[in-house]
């Protein structure tokens, strides 16, 4: 199985988050940069509690795979629908690249009215090609949701919906789902 396609789709949403990432820090007048004495190594270290435990946009983050590296927060918007994510990574390896390991993210906006509406945006968010996306329906919790082996999506209710995507190479279909299921509204009571 070629792994392009997953190239060609993971690198427009990546797009968009260092684009939104940019604009953010622009706007604020900040800069991300690395003084060129820094120097790093590998990291495959298991996560901290700190990155265990959380919240993210109103939603807890119980369930985190062994192995993944150090978390980043980011928020965006695409046609008037807003993301909050979290992303871990590991690196640089010994070629100097990061590798994300997972991300769960938000997805909130007005046309996200059920999980066909959610499915029909991420295809076109995501530069889908339609009807190419083979996706099995999933419960997330008590969530009806979509899977494609690396990502999960689900709905959560009108104009809120969830998707978390993990590095495929690394972590299982199970960890993906587990992660999923820990990922959901903070409880109010």
Do not use: C
Request: proline letters at 6%; charged letters at 25%.
């Amino acid at each position: 199985m070629s792994r392009s396609p997953l190239r060609s789709r993971v690198v427009p949403s990546a797009r968009r988050i260092v684009i939104g990432s940019a604009v953010v820090l622009a706007s604020l007048g900040l800069s991300a940069t690395v003084p060129a004495s820094a120097t790093s190594t590998y990291s495959m270290a298991s996560p901290s509690t700190e990155q265990r435990a959380g919240t993210l946009d109103g939603f807890v983050i119980e369930n985190l795979p062994d192995g993944i590296g150090t978390p980043s927060d980011f928020a965006y918007e695409w046609e008037d629908v807003s993301f909050h994510s979290r992303l871990w990574e590991t690196g640089p390896d010994p070629d100097g690249a990061y590798k994300v390991d997972l991300t769960v993210k938000t997805i909130r906006g007005e046309k996200l009215t059920d999980l066909e509406a959610l499915h029909n945006f991420l295809v076109e968010y995501e530069e889908k090609e339609p009807g190419s996306w083979q996706l099995t329906p999933v419960k997330v919790g008590g969530y009806d949701g979509l899977f494609s082996g690396d990502e999960v999506f689900y709905f959560i209710a009108p104009g809120v919906a969830a998707e978390v995507t993990i590095d495929h190479d690394r972590f299982t279909d199970e960890d993906v789902l587990d992660t999923a299921a820990g990922f959901h509204p903070k409880s109010t009571t």
